[in-house]
């Protein structure tokens, strides 16, 4: 079976699967739907594909409080629990919990994050977008400059804690926000011996990465490669008049954050703070049916260094994402190689037509099923600064670097998503690469809409 039916296959078993978690199918017209209260839940095999991470196995739930419906199709409560690992030999663990104000003596929505991601073979692709190389040739085994097909992978293991309090000003459509983030990183490089002990018809060579080369090179520390801990302070400014918080017919996100890394807080080796301005906006064409969602983000090292493994995640006051890294892959520009643009500033844009085509009720649940066509942009303002003095002067510095930083990377794409009481959502997405300098396409089978 070809690649490319094989992952049409994948997507039509997770939706099979999705939709015989149910015994039966009224047909009936729910354009008026019903007001959700107290408590449910969504539960789902974690059965998902992601060409970044493989095939994914496991289990998820989603519960959610309604209350008296008075907010109804936005909630009270949402709890978020997923165990699941992947073909590639990723794991995640994630508790998330969200809340709006759980009593009149806290008067705050809370949000909290504990997770566990393992990756064993996490992306690298160099720094600053096209200034990097990628030559798809030395990972394809076969080919004749083939040297192996982790030549782009590392070894990573992440512990991560958040939590974050927020609040409207006054009667206004503004909030603040206050929280602290916990990042653990232990690195290293691709676990060859590891991999053949549980792979002994499909054996790799112990070969050079180029996450060796950089350390090698000098470009990545001896002490940055092995990781390490953040602790960040963040406060941020919202201006939120959405009109539903899973996918928005109408109204503004948009946000200031800004995060502190200092040393009081046990960042002895990196001292740094970032700035990230993200504003979408939500356009009605048909009523209830149609509408238009436009995302454009900035993000940005404003003092200090960050450390090359804080580079590739992105900010924002609140996302329902397991983990949101990028540029390139499933959260951030669909189709592109995942963490393919790492740079010390970045921009990136999305655009997206969203049409809700059919309406269904299925055991006194309401449902949607959604298609959807994108276009993804992003690219690096200010490069990563490094030195290049360490490199051999036998090796040909041209094979990994061109000195092009600023070039615009783009991926189109479409998607299907069907939603459950409009927030449990199944999201199916494809993405291609409009240059080869960037991979070639992605498919992506996982949970909401990227905005």
Not at 115 to 125: G, L
Not at 126 to 155: A, H, L, V
């Amino acid at each position: 079976m070809g690649s490319g039916n094989f992952r049409y296959s994948l997507l039509l078993i997770s939706l099979f699967i999705f939709l015989g978690t149910f015994k039966s199918i009224a047909q009936e017209d729910t354009t008026a739907q019903d007001v959700k209260k107290g408590w449910t839940f969504g539960a789902l095999p974690a059965i998902a594909y992601d060409s970044d991470v493989g095939f994914k196995y496991g289990g998820l739930v989603n519960i959610y409080n309604y209350g008296d419906g008075s907010e109804y199709p936005d909630y009270f409560q949402s709890i978020y629990l997923e165990w699941s690992r992947t073909t590639k030999s990723s794991g995640i663990n994630q508790l998330l919990f969200d809340s709006e104000p759980l009593m009149p003596e806290l008067p705050f929505r809370i949000t909290i994050d504990l997770s566990y991601f393992t990756e064993r073979s996490m992306d690298f692709y160099g720094f600053n977008g096209y200034e990097s190389i990628y030559i798809p040739d030395f990972s394809t085994k076969g080919d004749p400059d083939y040297i192996s097909k982790m030549f782009y992978r590392y070894e990573r293991k992440l512990f991560h804690f958040s939590l974050f309090l927020q609040n409207d000003i006054g009667k206004s459509d503004f909030n603040w926000l206050i929280g602290y983030d916990h990042y653990n990183h232990k690195l290293g490089r691709f676990n060859f011996e590891e991999y053949n002990d549980k792979s002994e018809s499909n054996r790799l060579n112990d070969t050079v990465t180029l996450y060796d080369k950089y350390i090698d090179w000098g470009i990545i520390s001896k002490k940055e490669a092995n990781g390490g801990a953040v602790n960040y302070l963040k406060a941020g400014l919202i201006y939120d008049t959405r009109d539903q918080k899973a996918n928005p017919m109408k109204g503004l996100w948009s946000e200031i954050m800004l995060s502190a890394a200092p040393g009081f807080l046990g960042n002895t080796e990196h001292e740094f703070f970032k700035l990230a301005l993200i504003h979408r906006q939500y356009f009605t064409i048909l009523p209830k049916d149609l509408n238009l969602a436009l995302r454009l983000g900035y993000q940005g090292t404003i003092a200090g260094k960050a450390p090359f493994y804080m580079q590739s995640y992105l900010m924002s006051s609140y996302t329902e994402s397991v983990n949101v890294e990028g540029l390139g892959g499933k959260k951030s520009l669909r189709g592109i190689l995942r963490n393919r643009i790492l740079g010390d500033d970045i921009l990136y844009n999305n655009i997206e037509l969203r049409w809700k085509f059919w309406r269904i009720n299925l055991f006194k649940q309401h449902f949607y099923f959604a298609l959807s066509g994108f276009l993804d942009n992003g690219m690096v303002v200010d490069p990563i600064e490094f030195s290049k003095a360490d490199i051999p002067e036998e090796f040909n510095e041209k094979e990994i670097f061109n000195g092009k930083t600023h070039d615009i990377h783009s991926s189109v794409g479409a998607g299907l998503h069907i939603a459950m009481n409009n927030n449990f959502v199944l999201a199916i997405d494809y993405g291609k690469a409009l240059d080869q300098r960037d991979g070639n396409d992605g498919i992506y089978i996982g949970m909401n809409f990227l905005y």
